[in-house]
């Protein structure tokens, strides 16, 4: 009998089947993995597999091959042989058996928990934390380290929990990112809002920028609008130092969608009109009336005219 097996499990191997692990643990996730090397890029793209019951889940990356102990750059390259390595993570460790020829692998993994990495999370006061493999094992895909994990927690975001670094992660929100909308000003921002922020591109730059504000800083779903609508810092504290502090967002955002830039702004309050409202400005832009047009009017004695009446006097031909 010991000799058919193993006869069968030489078959197997010289067809190019990889030995699958038969964990004595039951709680140990296992799966399956797969790899290439055939890209010019540096490192691997390797793939993860995992299955229990109906769900499954799939993981790719592409991996520095230094990370993965224990399979040499020879190994990749060669036409045919059996390869054993480890990927070490805060969360526990992937080891890996299977066959690689050519650059192009798969075999079977096992992942085994650090036994310190959930109590030292819960130290950190990321209390919802689960503590079975599978779960450990998720948070070892997305490499969240302990370092991450506690630089996300003094970064001064609003109650941070275990499913905000999953989210952080995923969306690819850089730590320098995170303390820059931790440091914004506002006690309430979340991780959400940093993610929202990130995926509409709003930067770092733009961040400190609207941060020097003050008191006047808008907030998270005011400062998403201003970036899609292409308004800069700048442009802000140019409207402002107009005279118009007391703006909102809205305001300023149909002053820029209008093209009326904070020069118009400037010059209309030069000419005595400072204190016109946002759509008495548009309409002044709307129509053509310059700055130069107002000064005009009011040097000539009709200082006291409504907006109507200049836009009317302009669009007669009158200078």
């Not at 130290?123 to 380290?145: C, F, K, P």
Request: with cysteine; proline share 3%.
């Amino acid at each position: 009998m010991r000799r058919y097996v193993a006869v069968v499990l030489g078959v197997l191997l010289l067809a190019g089947a990889s030995p699958t692990f038969l964990a004595a643990d039951a709680t140990v996730p296992v799966g399956s993995w797969s790899l290439s090397n055939w890209s010019l890029a540096k490192g691997v793209s390797l793939s993860l597999s995992y299955r229990k019951g109906s769900s499954r889940w799939e993981w790719t990356n592409r991996q520095p091959l230094e990370e993965l102990q224990g399979l040499s750059s020879g190994q990749l390259h060669a036409l045919n042989t059996p390869v054993s390595f480890t990927l070490r993570r805060d969360a526990g460790t992937f080891a890996f058996d299977g066959n690689v020829a050519l650059g192009i692998g798969k075999g079977s993994f096992r992942f085994t928990p650090d036994p310190g990495y959930v109590s030292q999370l819960r130290a950190m006061g990321y209390e919802s934390v689960d503590d079975d493999a599978v779960s450990v094992m998720m948070m070892a895909i997305r490499d969240i380290s302990l370092d991450y994990a506690r630089d996300v927690q003094k970064a001064g975001l609003h109650v941070v929990e275990v499913s905000d670094l999953v989210g952080l992660l995923d969306h690819a929100v850089s730590r320098e990112f995170i303390c820059a909308v931790g440091s914004y000003g506002n006690t309430d921002v979340t991780a959400a809002d940093a993610i929202e922020l990130h995926d509409h591109g709003v930067d770092v730059p733009y961040l400190q920028g609207l941060r020097a504000l003050g008191d006047r800083r808008p907030l998270v779903e005011e400062i998403v609008s201003l970036h899609d609508h292409g308004v800069t810092p700048e442009y802000v504290k140019g409207i402002h130092a107009a005279g118009y502090e007391e703006l909102t967002p809205d305001q300023i955002i149909r002053l820029h969608d209008h093209g009326v830039d904070t020069r118009y702004v400037s010059g209309l309050r030069a000419a005595g009109y400072g204190d016109l409202r946002t759509d008495d400005i548009v309409r002044l832009h709307d129509h053509g009336v310059g700055t130069g047009y107002v000064e005009r009017v009011r040097a000539a004695g009709y200082g006291d005219l409504s907006v109507d009446q200049i836009i009317r006097l302009h669009e007669h031909g009158v200078d």
